[in-house]
């Protein structure tokens, strides 16, 4: 693609991930809710994003806290109304942001009228929109096959009495997945998301996409522990129960949902699997499947210069221009990043370097430009229900896991300021959640204009990334044959030319960057620039270039 060739708006742009039930409360009850959330819209624009990505809140009973939608097409009361969410669109609209909803489309709650008539019988006129199936041994009362639930120690089958049959639950039991087969299914949720699109969101960030359509002969996954490091440890590789053909053309079918729409909007799978998976979703260069899809190799970095090389060299290598990688550090499920760096700031504004100045599109989740941590919740006192399934397991073991169990942990309220309560509820409410301690001292008016805080690096990475075509439009370059602990790259655009560097490394190091160019970030005040070499100490970043071509 030349420079003056039409780029689609998400090429260019940063996503910000809001939980809305931690985010702000409007009205005091301790829940965050959608009119929160446009109260706080100008924080958005202030950080220099350019789209918002809200966690779901539809109506719900609010078992998975939104994940169980119980129905597609309107709003839980705790989180507001239809014409709030309208209000939320128009509101981040006016201030040039994008908006992107977050649908559940492999299951809905099992309080869905769609699944409390699915359940009474065996042929009432819903009674083929879940998936059923007859079990085995004696009675059918042994599950149908080995299918097994997101907790992979159990069974994803679940006995339906009525029905003296089993339903499938591919996460949770509350959760039943949907018959995709069905055309009468596709047709419905096709037009709960027309109906959003029909009121002006610009995309949808899409959940558990991967397992949506199983394979129709219902056969056995292979027996076959596998680890890894970005999906959890597996006793049956999901063969039949992910990334199926039959899923990668659904990924066409609402693409060409989405095409029937102008501007243009944009689809963002949750999917698992190799660059090879991951490229078939997306149909390559021009595809014509989804547009983006999570890389999550990022939320289970090491802080290593050249694992960091060999990630980004992989997506590039797999995802090159036009297609997008898609990189993300922190979500809603997973343990905050600063905490898997020991709570070492420096290391978090190098982290932030790589992932803002990276060629694709960032994902950033709320407060993790403040350095926000993991609030420790045990598993005993957990709400989420996952946490809740492994109560069983001993404090002491559970503390000392890698990766907290308890998505409570990750989902504290945003801290806003140093009260009570951190300004996400009034002093005198009750939050949903404990409010991190620290709030007092790491929050958005602590962190907001003071120089060096992590409020401010991010917002400064931000602005370079808007005002550098060579970093929001352009190539990159790794440089190689560095000394240890160094990462280094390229990245240009027409005659803007920007080099990040980053030393991961434990001693001091050099890089040769060429004449005309200059400092344009530091993540510390002991970064130097003069005679064509960069000085980083250890855990330090930096970007250099020349001034942006729209701003002279």
Avoid at 71 to 100: F, K, N, Q, S, W
């Amino acid at each position: 693609m030349t420079e003056h060739e039409h780029r689609p708006w998400w090429h260019e742009t940063t996503i910000y991930q809001v939980y809305p039930r931690s985010f702000a409360d409007s009205d005091g009850d301790g829940i965050g809710d959608l009119p929160g959330i446009t109260a706080r819209l100008d924080h958005l624009v202030d950080l220099g994003v350019g789209t918002i990505w809200v966690s779901p809140f539809f109506s719900s009973p609010q078992a998975d806290f939104g994940y169980d939608v119980s129905d597609y097409c309107d709003v839980a009361p705790e989180y507001g109304t239809l014409a709030d969410a309208e209000a939320l669109i128009a509101g981040a609209h006016e201030r040039g942001l994008r908006v992107m909803f977050d649908l559940v489309l492999n299951h809905s709650s099992d309080q869905h009228p769609w699944f409390l008539e699915s359940r009474t019988s065996r042929d009432n006129p819903k009674a083929d929109w879940y998936v059923w199936r007859d079990g085995r041994g004696p009675g059918g009362r042994k599950p149908p096959n080995n299918w097994r639930a997101a907790i992979e120690v159990k069974t994803g089958w679940q006995w339906g009495e009525e029905r003296q049959q089993w339903f499938l639950a591919s996460f949770l039991p509350c959760q039943p997945d949907l018959n995709w087969r069905n055309p009468d299914v596709k047709a419905a949720m096709f037009d709960a998301v027309r109906f959003w699109l029909d009121r002006g969101v610009d995309g949808f960030r899409l959940d558990m996409f991967g397992s949506i359509m199983k394979d129709p002969e219902f056969r056995d996954n292979p027996l076959r522990p596998t680890m890894s490091r970005v999906t959890p440890p597996r006793l049956y590789p999901h063969e039949f129960t992910e990334n199926t053909a039959d899923n990668i053309e659904l990924a066409r079918d609402l693409r060409a949902v989405c095409d029937e729409y102008e501007p243009e909007r944009v689809l963002l799978g949750e999917v698992f699997g190799p660059a090879e998976v991951l490229q078939a979703y997306t149909g390559g260069p021009g595809g014509d499947g989804l547009h983006l899809a999570f890389l999550f190799e990022f939320l289970v970095f090491r802080y290593d210069a050249g694992w960091f090389h060999d990630v980004i060299a992989r997506f590039e290598h797999a995802f090159p221009a036009p297609a997008q990688p898609t990189y993300v550090v922190e979500n809603h499920d997973r343990s905050r990043s600063i905490d898997r760096l020991g709570g070492d700031e420096e290391k978090a504004r190098v982290l932030a370097t790589v992932l803002l100045t990276v060629r694709g599109v960032p994902t950033i989740y709320m407060g993790q430009e403040l350095a926000m941590a993991n609030t420790y919740r045990p598993l005993r006192d957990a709400l989420d229900p996952i946490a809740r399934s492994l109560a069983w397991i001993p404090e002491p073991l559970s503390k000392r896991l890698p990766e907290r169990l308890n998505r409570d942990e990750v989902r504290s309220p945003m801290q806003w300021d140093g009260t009570l309560n951190a300004g996400f509820c009034p002093p005198e409410a009750t939050p949903w959640l404990a409010v991190n301690a620290d709030h007092r001292t790491r929050n958005v008016a602590d962190q907001d204009g003071r120089p060096w805080s992590m409020l401010e690096w991010y917002r400064h990475l931000l602005r370079l990334r808007r005002d550098h075509p060579a970093l929001h439009a352009g190539d990159l370059h790794l440089r190689s044959g560095l000394g240890a602990g160094l990462l280094a790259y390229d990245r240009r655009h027409g005659d803007d030319h920007v080099t990040v560097a980053a030393n991961l490394g434990a001693a001091a190091t050099w890089v040769e960057v060429t004449d005309d160019q200059r400092l344009l970030a530091a993540s510390a005040e002991d970064v130097h620039l003069a005679d064509g070499r960069l000085y980083l100490p250890p855990d330090r970043a930096a970007v250099v270039g020349s001034a942006p071509p729209n701003t002279g």
